[in-house]
């Protein structure tokens, strides 16, 4: 089982929707949460970073976490075309960063 | 540009042949971090330094890589005797860690796509 578990898509919606991302994990001991973007062929955008749990928002995005599920959900409102990309959760403890494998969205107009 | 830079940005070798990739981290970045990437998986964590000691090795590290990073600033990704398994987008971050006992946001490169034929 890998430690930390995304379904890899892809995710179509029509634009203006909201979109929800998620992903779950097996070590306790993370205590860091972050959402990347990664456009194709780009290396990984940070959107959103998050220390233990909670909620998060900025402009259209909300991160939340949740410690006691093992659960992390990425949250797009209104949602456009220039958003279809896949998205990456990170999260790890003192040291380096674990990824899920990235779900791939497609917003449509 | 003030953010992570990688050179270069595509390498095609043959296999047999040894390659090196350099990242340049944000200036007041003291950790750097080296992933590898494949189509439609994650990065995989491979190493990384804070300052000038490099403090964690992936088991996917085989003996054919090897990473540096002289004086804490640059630093070079070398892989010896390339394999077509290889074949990976090398991706480069950093970050500002006030210590050993944190973490923090991870700044990426845009990577390096190696192509081993």
């Known amino acids: 089982q890998k430690e930390v578990e995304q379904d890899p898509g892809p995710l179509s919606v029509p634009e203006g929707a909201i979109v929800s991302l998620n992903c779950t994990y097996s070590?306790?001991?993370?205590?860091?949460f972050m959402w990347y973007r990664q456009y194709s062929r780009k290396g990984p955008e940070l959107l959103m970073y998050t220390y233990s749990s909670g909620n998060k928002e900025d402009g259209r995005f909300t991160a939340q976490v949740d410690k006691s599920s093992k659960y992390i959900s990425l949250f797009i409102r209104d949602s456009q075309p220039s958003d279809s990309a896949t998205y990456l959760c990170a999260m790890g403890g003192f040291q380096k960063l674990v990824f899920g494998t990235g779900t791939r969205l497609l917003v449509s107009p | 540009d003030t953010g992570v830079s990688q050179d270069p940005r595509h390498k095609i070798t043959k296999r047999g042949q040894n390659v090196t990739f350099r990242c340049d981290p944000i200036?007041?970045?003291?950790?750097l971090y080296w992933y590898r990437q494949t189509l439609g998986q994650g990065p995989e964590f491979l190493t990384y330094f804070q300052n000038e000691a490099q403090l964690e090795k992936s088991r996917l590290l085989s003996d054919r890589f090897s990473a540096e990073r002289p004086k804490g600033s640059f630093s070079t990704l070398e892989i010896q005797r390339t394999e077509q398994g290889d074949s990976a987008m090398y991706l480069c971050?950093?970050?500002?860690?006030?210590?050993?006992?944190?973490?923090?946001?991870?700044?990426f490169g845009s990577g390096t796509q190696l192509s081993v034929l």
């Open positions: 971050a950093s970050s500002l860690a006030a210590g050993v006992r944190t973490n923090e946001k991870l700044f």
């Open positions: 200036s007041e970045h003291n950790r």
């Open positions: 070590n306790s001991a993370f205590q860091y």
